[in-house]
């Protein structure tokens, strides 16, 4: 039965020939572990594929991975650091097997000039499980007020006695 409740995994990886198949079993050991080993051959194939382009091509062999898991999809995303690696020229092929195989994928810059590669797996049909239902949230009759600006002197710590004092309360 697959667990309802959301997961989250994230791993920042020095990218090499070597340490692929590591990371792979890395994330089909997380998979499993979530009861999730229907999606372990193309998540870890996708993510090979990525890893194996990023190591081949990229400079900067910085790369972090993260998957999501919240009841109904997997989302798997890998960001690599190098502002040089061009999805459209060098990950042509990763990109074409991971929309084969993906429900869902897409691409993504970040402010620094890299780039995120995301795809998304669906649980499917029969291993379908219902999100775990919330209770309601209880609700404010009446608005809160807007907390007015504290002076700086309330905030800090009460003042030490001088040292006469001290004597003197003895």
Request: charged content about 25%; aromatic content about 6%.
């Amino acid at each position: 039965m697959k667990t309802a409740v959301p997961c989250y995994y994230h791993l920042d990886v020095e990218v090499s020939a070597e340490r692929v198949g590591q990371v792979s079993r890395i994330l089909a050991a997380h998979l499993k572990y979530w009861d999730l080993e229907t999606l372990v051959t193309p998540v870890c194939r996708s993510a090979e594929l990525l890893l194996n382009a990023i190591d081949e091509h990229a400079t900067d062999k910085h790369t972090s991975i993260e998957m999501w898991w919240n009841g109904q999809h997997l989302i798997t995303a890998v960001g690599d650091n190098d502002q040089d690696l061009r999805p459209d020229q060098d990950l042509r092929a990763c990109l074409e097997h991971i929309a084969a195989v993906s429900d869902g994928w897409g691409c993504c810059a970040t402010d620094t000039g890299s780039k995120v590669i995301w795809f998304s797996q669906r649980a499917r049909a029969g291993q379908r499980v219902p999100l775990v239902p919330k209770a309601p949230a209880p609700s404010l009759r009446e608005g809160l007020q807007v907390p007015r600006e504290i002076p700086v002197a309330a905030l800090a710590a009460p003042p030490k006695p001088a040292d006469g004092a001290l004597e003197d309360a003895r």
